[in-house]
């Protein structure tokens, strides 16, 4: 089978997109229960579509062309998971395509194939995470529009445009999602390995990255909206620990297959013999990659299999080295059809009623199951993290992350917090209240004209307007 897509017949990308689509799209049509992320996304592009104005009067940290992805969903399509997910499927399709396209157009590998995009796509369908339109997934669209011109042979006075153009791309990636800017360092050693004039390269490329970010900062300067983005999206600290979204047992359960994958393919890479001096340099920069990936990776506030999906470009890459290896043909089928009948498993784990045996734990990224609540298609604020309120409701002020709230609800000892959370609800006041934090009590009393107007329901935390 490995065989049949070491040609580039328009058969074989036929037989890919069908085995993409086969895999991903009954789990799709027949879905899941939504989950936490995508419904933030949601609301941040329903704010959006109503007409406020991201960071000014939506309190959230998500990037910038990110959020246009959503207010665009949500114009087209609603709060729809169903559309949500049929976007991200997309783009991991466009995402393997492009990327097998750029290796083949500049020869990367001794022949031309669809091995790099197959190993993209089955990898790609490994958990219903990567079916979740996140922001680092969008963003990494971007870096892989990247890669054919960063690895220009760049030569003084000729085709310059084209640095600037990738690093345009990279920062289209970091105003997708912010941590994306370490890629940075890919562009750079990629300037080192294939450019002529190192230092004029780096130049043009660094201002290619900084030019939508100027652009950016002009709206935000006309708008008045400079220091909001400054505080809740450029400026967040770094943090420098790991934190796992869900069980790290699930996740490397999950990464298994690509981890072994990765290994034998970096062994069979190894034990190459002496190539075009183009393509020692192209792996050279894949291995800048997957390190920044890594390092992306395992800083991030929150990991879960969803991350993982900056692995994807270089696992796909240095895997063709390994199914193109001189071993012997059976052992290759095998190994693959291991891995896609691994894939299977993990997918439909669920529906094949399997889960118990692999004991996976998917419960931190879902929406808790409520068994009644007291409010339908109302306006509503959650004081607290459980955005499940929203799920059937409209969230009104800024305070949607709960975490960025914290700049007002967590400095009520402070006269500008408080004078910043009288202005917001003066303009927006939600119909019914969730107090999770057992603040009501408080806020009631340094804000009686607000917070006062709001009376006990049967419900313990729920309050309603009178």
């Known amino acids: 089978m490995i065989s049949y897509f070491r040609s580039i017949l328009p058969s074989r990308l036929f037989l890919l997109i069908l085995l993409f689509v086969g895999i991903q799209l009954p789990l799709v049509l027949l879905g899941i229960r939504p989950t936490a992320p995508e419904l933030l996304h949601m609301l941040v592009g329903e704010r959006l579509a109503d007409g ?21 969903l949500d114009v087209a399509a609603g709060r729809s998971f169903l559309a949500y997910r049929l976007t991200a499927m997309g783009l ?44 680092l997934l969008i963003g990494n669209t971007f870096l892989i529009l990247s890669l054919p011109y960063i690895i220009t042979l760049n030569r003084e006075g000729f085709e310059n445009n084209r640095l600037f153009v990738g690093g345009f791309m990279l920062g289209l990636a970091a105003l997708s999602y912010l941590p994306l800017a370490v890629f940075l360092l890919v562009g750079v050693f990629a300037v080192i390995f294939f450019a002529s004039n190192t230092f004029r390269s780096t130049m043009l490329m660094l201002c290619g990255f900084l030019f939508p970010y100027a652009v950016l900062m002009t709206y935000y300067m006309y708008t008045n909206t400079t220091q909001e983005f400054l505080e809740l999206h450029l400026l967040r600290p770094w943090h420098l620990q790991v934190a796992f979204l869900r069980p790290p047992s699930d996740v490397a359960k999950l990464m298994i297959i690509p981890g072994i994958i990765l290994v034998l393919s970096l062994l069979s890479a190894a034990s190459l013999p002496q190539r075009l001096v183009f393509q020692v340099k192209f792996q050279q920069l894949m291995w800048v990659w997957l390190l920044t990936s890594l390092l992306v990776i395992f800083t991030r506030d929150e990991i879960s299999a969803a ?33 896609l009948a691994g894939t299977l498993l993990l997918r439909y784990r669920l529906v094949l009623g399997i889960n118990q045996f692999m004991q996976m734990d998917e419960s931190p990224l879902l929406l808790p199951e409520q068994a009644a609540v007291p409010m339908q298609n109302s306006t509503v604020l959650v004081l607290g993290s459980d955005i499940s309120y929203y799920l059937h409701n409209k969230p ?22 408080v004078f910043q959370l009288h202005e917001n609800f003066r303009h927006e006041m939600p119909q019914y209240l969730v107090d999770k934090t057992g603040l009501m009590p408080e806020l009631s009393y340094k804000l009686p004209d607000i917070f006062g107007k709001y009376e006990k329901t049967g419900d313990a935390g729920v309050y309603r307007l009178k």
């Open 396 to 417: 009104v002020t800024p305070y949607l992350n709960w975490n960025l709230a914290q700049r007002h609800f967590g400095r009520l000892d402070e006269y500008q917090a």
């Open 307 to 339: 991350t993982f999906v900056l692995i994807l470009p270089p696992v796909a890459y240095f895997g063709q080295f390994f199914f193109t290896s001189n071993r012997k043909g059976w052992i290759l089928n095998t190994f693959f059809l291991v891995m």
């Open 92 to 135: 991991i399709l466009l995402q393997g395509l492009l990327l097998n396209s750029t290796l083949n157009h500049h020869s990367v590998y001794a022949t031309k194939n669809y091995l790099p995009a197959l190993l993209y796509l089955i990898l790609g369908s490994l958990s219903f995470e990567f079916n979740m339109l996140t922001p």
């Open 52 to 72: 406020y104005n991201m960071y000014r009067d939506i309190y959230d940290n998500t990037a910038p062309i990110s959020a246009f992805v959503y207010w665009l």
